[in-house]
């Protein structure tokens, strides 16, 4: 069994309404039947991330133009992925690729990726969310740590990525304990190399640690040579079953 905390004060076995954050599926042009899916999920997937080359690319896609047309239609927020190489890229780059996002494909927020997760760090990341807010005040902003942040970053963004990486690291995680001072649905967990027959487990983790935004996939890293969001997990229909009839404990 995995080392884990008790469920958070507050927190009910019906009292998390999990469902599926995408961190970005490969090119529409690349994965059609992919976000031909996605589209068709419903009220289960609270948001997918663009990433048209790494970023918004340098003129309107029409492909992405559709996918993003039709996840809209459905109700699904749209996010820009924004790199922010762990703090070292130019804060204008950073600005005008999100002009760029809203303007060409109307995001509904933006995904900051591999976001510093230190002190030092708060007063620069606190600037590019809140310039990104100025361009859109309803914008869903996620932070991309991949790691428990300092606690500072939770009073700047709608959710943070507390983990992102392999199952085998993920089944004997720990939740930092100051995530216990805010709602599940401030956090969010990517986890890839889960076997399906562990899905359960994996479900039941996510929601003794109040991480109410989930990405499971049976697909791999590859040992670091590939990237495991670019395709649907193999049970993909079995995940948003289960996401969408509730998670049983």
Do not use: K
């Amino acid at each position: 069994m995995p080392h884990l905390t008790s469920t958070r004060a507050g927190t009910s076995s019906t009292g998390i309404r999990t469902g599926l954050g995408v961190p970005g599926c490969a090119h529409p042009l690349l994965a059609p039947a992919e976000w031909d899916a996605l589209a068709r999920t419903g009220p289960s997937l609270h948001w997918v991330v663009l990433d048209v080359a790494g970023g918004p690319g340098v003129q309107p896609d029409p492909h992405c133009l559709d996918a993003a047309g039709r996840l809209r239609n459905a109700g699904v927020r749209v996010l820009g992925h924004l790199d922010t190489a762990y703090g070292t890229r130019p804060f204008a780059e950073l600005i005008a690729e999100a002009h760029r996002y809203l303007e060409w494909y109307q995001a509904d927020g933006f995904l900051l990726e591999h976001c510093p997760a230190d002190r030092a760090a708060l007063p620069d990341v606190r600037r590019t969310v809140g310039t990104l807010r100025a361009l859109r005040d309803d914008a869903h902003i996620v932070l991309g740590h991949g790691t428990h942040p300092h606690p500072g970053y939770a009073e700047n963004a709608d959710q943070l990525v507390t983990f992102r990486g392999p199952w085998s690291d993920y089944r004997w995680s720990q939740v930092a304990e100051w995530t216990a001072d805010h709602p599940p649905e401030r956090f969010c967990h990517f986890v890839h190399g889960v076997p399906g027959g562990h899905l359960d487990e994996a479900l039941r983790i996510a929601r003794w640690q109040g991480a109410a935004t989930i990405w499971f996939t049976d697909r791999t890293d590859r040992g670091g040579e590939a990237d495991p969001w670019e395709a649907l997990p193999g049970y993909w229909d079995e995940i948003v079953s289960r996401i969408g009839t509730g998670v049983s404990e």
